[in-house]
């Protein structure tokens, strides 16, 4: 989920002081983006994440078609991933702050767990999020499985 913080303010300073702002709070994250997009660009993609069991959960959840959702998992022990974004009064990104320890519970288990699935994927799209061992994981299924094709 996606906090965004529009300031009327240029080159604040981080002192502690508190700036007049709006907030926005939107669906979002690499995975879940590139999931949407390739949505509406026609394809039936395969979300394969962890959300959090509140309610950033299920607005994540809520703004994936369904068929895209049979591979996300809910955590019960943490938060849904967050990243809050800082931006000046013309629109340039100041600052990002994420919480992405929900990412942890996408392991080399869960890739081996859904291989079936992974391996009939014309395209696999990995974000930078995940541990080093998910990725790798990942990877070995796709180059297993001659990912992506000719």
Known sequence: MDMGSNSSLYNEQLDGRMYKTQFSFTPGGVGRNMCEAMHKLGCSPDFLTVIGDDYFGDQVKSSIPAASRRLM????????????????????????????????????QIVADNEDVIKK??????????????????????????????
């Open 121 to 150: 994927s014309p395209l696999v799209v990995l974000e930078a999020n995940l541990s080093l061992d998910a990725i790798n994981s990942v990877l070995q299924v796709a180059d297993k499985h001659g990912i992506p094709g000719e």
């Open 73 to 108: 998992r809910t955590s019960n022990g943490k938060g849904t991933a967050q990243c809050k974004i800082v931006f000046d009064k013309v629109g340039n990104c100041q600052m990002l702050m994420g919480d992405m320890d929900v990412h942890g519970e996408i392991t080399p």
